[in-house]
């Protein structure tokens, strides 16, 4: 199921990295998604010059597009994993990121259970943060 794939990858990645910040966990999917899609040949280019090759065109161009999990579903799976011990989450505020309200910003992030939100690991997933702020915000 296209859902179980998606919490596997992310509990890769969590395992692999140590943490993930909620925030990203869309972009993650749609990045591991498009890239399987091309391995696999998904983005074929169709030549020909009828209407048929229209149709098949914009049919591999949205087969090649996948559909974004929404929140609830992300939820979802840091419940899921988070009872099965996989993960811990963690509210992380970050520092002199202050939002329209005034308020210090306040983000989740999925954390390996032996991973302690400290030092220099905290310092990694505030740069990641922001790092990924400015990613997003370019596009």
Same mark, same amino acid.
């Given at each position: 199921?296209?859902?179980?794939?998606?919490?596997?990858?992310?509990?890769?990645?969590?395992?692999?990295?140590?943490?993930?910040?909620?925030?990203?966990?869309?972009?993650?999917?749609?990045?591991?998604?498009?890239?399987?899609?091309?391995?696999?040949?998904?983005?074929?280019? #169709?030549?020909?010059?009828?209407?048929?090759?229209? =149709?098949? *065109?914009?049919?591999? $161009?949205?087969?090649? !597009?996948?559909?974004?999990?929404?929140?609830?579903?992300?939820?979802?799976?840091?419940?899921?994993?988070?009872?099965?011990?996989?993960?811990?989450?963690?509210?992380?505020?970050?520092?002199?990121?202050?939002?329209?309200?005034?308020?210090?910003?306040?983000?989740? #992030?999925?954390?390996?259970?032996?991973?302690?939100? =400290?030092? *220099?690991?905290?310092? $990694?997933?505030?740069? !990641?943060?922001?790092?990924?702020?400015?990613?997003?915000?370019?596009?």
């Amino acid at each position: 199921q296209q859902s179980d794939a998606r919490m596997r990858m992310l509990l890769a990645r969590v395992r692999e990295h140590g943490f993930v910040v909620r925030q990203e966990i869309r972009s993650l999917v749609v990045a591991a998604e498009v890239e399987a899609a091309a391995k696999a040949g998904c983005g074929i280019a #169709v030549s020909g010059g009828g209407s048929g090759s229209k =149709e098949l *065109s914009a049919a591999v $161009a949205s087969a090649a !597009r996948p559909t974004l999990p929404d929140r609830k579903t992300i939820t979802r799976w840091g419940d899921m994993l988070e009872s099965a011990g996989e993960i811990k989450r963690e509210m992380v505020t970050l520092p002199l990121s202050k939002m329209y309200s005034g308020q210090l910003r306040q983000l989740e #992030v999925y954390l390996r259970p032996d991973v302690v939100l =400290e030092g *220099s690991t905290l310092t $990694a997933v505030i740069d !990641r943060i922001r790092t990924f702020d400015k990613s997003s915000r370019q596009t």
